[in-house]
């Protein structure tokens, strides 16, 4: 017999976490299914862990900004320490992007946004780098990082605290629907929900297929690369916008790397040591003093972006399935989104409140509309 529920989310990285509490903490029966032996394991446990409001497009900005004041008040709201530290993002830009993100920058700041324009000068007494060919640079004093494992495992707990249930090794294998509600076969048990939502990241365009509909969404490697125990100085995350690479200190070390530019999607497996030798290159170009640090290839990690045409979050319904949801496709924004996605989706399915979301829809693809945003990290 099949086990029923008030909906189904598939996936328990932190997106599908968080929406798992933020429905069940409104009376929702909810069910998580996550396809790996342990919850916030996939991308969630290998993501940077930053978080910032500087983005080109103000809706990114304002999840940003929801998560940000959701991730202060965890200590309060779930006795646990988010992780939030706030170290600032430093974006140095050479003249070719300094045009379109300054201005994209200005309006942030007539918003409220904590938004500074730096010259050069000023950058430099944040972190030491050579000033060829960039124009300026600017900074949030409020963007930072945070630890997605920690606050992923916080919602669940509480999710389950208020009712919820979470199934490990349950892979969606198919889905359909009939008289109002889903039927969602995994290889332990079958579920029936009238709502289910495809949380699953790099996975979810899979997870469509055996639900019959496309997702355009595509798995991207990144790999993430360390420097050897070398006193790292405090100081904020860095990116250059010329060459594509960012660090950040991690203890002792610095963590760094960049996009690949030429990297097909798939589900490749094993850090990228090719790339590596490039994005420590690029690093010692641009931060001279990088040279002289040890590098720790073996501590290196990767993980998957999950990535649209545009590069922007796919959330909300599914045209023409009635009680499918998705919210996935955020190429590499999603552990900073996710408290403020969870939030207003539960809103979104129960009362019918798109609250901010709905140009992310899916349906903006079918209609040849692209949200705007700077790729840049």
Avoid: C
Wanted: proline share 8%; no cysteine; glycine share 12%.
């Amino acid at each position: 017999m099949a086990r029923t529920f008030d909906a189904v989310v598939v996936g328990a990285g932190i997106v599908g976490a968080s929406l798992a509490y933020h429905l069940a903490e409104r009376g929702v029966r909810v069910a998580v299914l996550e396809a790996a032996p342990a919850p916030a394991t996939g991308a969630t446990a290998k993501s940077a862990g930053g978080i910032r409001l500087q983005f080109s497009n103000p809706r990114n900005a304002e999840l940003s900004a929801e998560s940000l004041e959701l991730l202060k008040a965890f200590p309060e709201t779930f006795g646990v320490d988010a992780g939030y530290r706030p170290r600032g993002y430093l974006f140095l830009h050479p003249a070719s992007t300094w045009s379109s993100w300054s201005k994209a920058m200005r309006r942030l700041r007539a918003l409220g946004y904590p938004v500074e324009l730096l010259s050069l000068e000023e950058a430099r007494k944040l972190v030491e780098f050579d000033p060829k060919g960039l124009v300026a640079a600017s900074y949030g004093p409020e963007d930072g990082v945070f630890d997605p494992p920690t606050v992923a495992l916080a919602y669940l707990k509480a999710a389950r605290d208020e009712g919820a249930f979470l199934f490990t090794e349950s892979p969606l294998l198919k889905a359909r629907f009939s008289g109002g509600i889903w039927r969602i076969v995994t290889p332990k048990e079958t579920f029936e929900a009238p709502l289910w939502v495809n949380a699953a990241g790099a996975w979810s365009a899979r997870v469509a297929e055996r639900a019959g509909y496309r997702l355009p969404v595509a798995p991207y490697r990144r790999s993430i690369y360390l420097t050897a125990p070398a006193g790292a100085r405090p100081g904020p995350l860095v990116v250059d916008a010329g060459t594509g690479v960012y660090f950040r200190p991690e203890g002792p070390r610095y963590l760094f790397g960049a996009s690949r530019p030429d990297q097909p999607p798939g589900f490749f497996e094993g850090v990228d040591g090719e790339w590596f030798e490039e994005v420590a290159r690029r690093m010692a170009v641009r931060f001279p003093w990088f040279s002289s640090l040890g590098l720790d290839l073996k501590g290196a990690w990767w993980g998957y972006y999950a990535e649209t045409p545009d590069k922007n979050a796919i959330l909300g319904p599914v045209p023409g399935l009635e009680g499918a949801w998705v919210a996935t496709g955020f190429s590499g924004h999603g552990a900073q989104h996710a408290p403020a996605v969870g939030r207003r989706l539960a809103d979104w399915m129960l009362e019918g409140k798109a609250a901010g979301l709905s140009a992310f829809s899916l349906a903006r693809f079918a209609r040849g509309r692209r949200v705007s945003e700077a790729g840049i990290v």
